[in-house]
């Protein structure tokens, strides 16, 4: 897929803070790309800089081959949609879908068409002569979202935009979000903190941190293969175990992380080198000691269960090991709803393939 949008050496300063850092990405013609991080990280910056609304410092936006780095945020074929809607309340929802497309002197007709054909798009097609104040939270977001694409944008900006709903709600939108998204084939450029919207909508994620890109990949990739030890604790539960590498031998690494306990892991790194291992808590098997002995291994450790978590169709294990270490293993709710309880001494097992190892 050819790039829509290339960001090259972007910087941003203000005053003698530097909240992007020599961002270089490129944005692919019709995927949906996530700005992924934490409050403060840049990422809403670096998507004012592409709507137009904030100069780089150094560096050059361009999009279809062209630098429109000093271009107008109104001479850009570039939308944003807000997390506060910023609708207008003294215009029915037809209006306002219209505003932009009356600006630049669309004959009638052909605003009526299109902002008929945008209803339907965002499942509101009745809902053409009600007020905004008639909307639900969701209901507004739709016709933020047809006001954006009605003038029918080459890049689409979504910043938090659903931020302000609840959670049942955010769900349903992230669906439509795709839904709309594969019926317009508009490239999207969506902000959020929020990790799993991330994963649910992206093709590919950004995860910034401190005005720098620190990984960029698939959900699948940012969750299974972390490069650093930032984006294995941002996305979803980990577990962390930090060492020194003990051995590597057949492409293996052993790790010495303390209290006379050895993981294993499928990379090769010097031995001395200190280390971090991620292991997600669902690549570990919890099992009860009862009496005797559970065959062991390089790759676990025992402790006592302190504490039991339902979350509907998972279990969360929270388990106290040597070196009072807190670890967590995670497994589908048993279907006879029997389960290990608080005070039983338990073994965790994992694999080396469940290891990331993160070099320091």
Known sequence: MPNIIELQGITKSFGSYVALDGINLDVADGEILTLLGPSGCGKTTLMRIVAGFERPSRGEVVLSGRSITATPPEKRPVNMVFQRYALFPHLDVFDNIAFGLRLKDYPEAEIKDSVTDMLKLVQLGDFGSRWIHELSGGQAQRVALARALVNRPAVLLLDEPLAALDLKI????????????????????????????????????????????????????????????????????????????????????????????????????????????????????????????????????????????????????????????????????PVSGVRIQPGAEVQLDWSEDAVVLLTH
């Not at 490239?187 to 093709?203: G, K, N, R």
């Not at 001395?272 to 065959?295: F, Q």
């Not at 676990?300 to 504490?307: A, F, I, Q, V």
């Open 170 to 333: 955010r769900h349903h939108m992230l669906g439509e979000l795709k839904r709309i998204h594969t019926e317009t084939k508009t490239t999207f450029i969506y902000v959020t903190h929020d990790q799993d919207e991330a994963m649910i909508l992206s093709d590919r994620i950004v995860l910034m941190n401190r005005g720098t890109i620190e990984q960029i990949g698939t959900p699948e990739e940012m969750y299974a293969a972390p490069k650093t030890l930032f984006c294995a604790r941002f996305f979803g539960d980990t577990n962390i175990f930090d060492g020194k590498v003990a051995a590597t031998e057949g492409g293996a690494t052993t790790v010495d992380i303390g209290c006379g306990i050895a993981a294993a892991a499928m990379n090769g790194v010097a031995p001395g080198a200190p280390v971090s291992l991620s292991i997600r808590p669902e690549a570990i098997t919890l099992s009860k000691v009862d009496g005797g002995t559970l065959p062991g291994n390089v790759n676990s450790l025992r402790g006592t269960l302190e504490n039991v978590v339902f979350i509907g169709s998972r279990v969360v294990y929270e388990v106290r090991g040597a070196g009072d270490r807190a670890i967590k293993c995670q497994e589908t709710r």
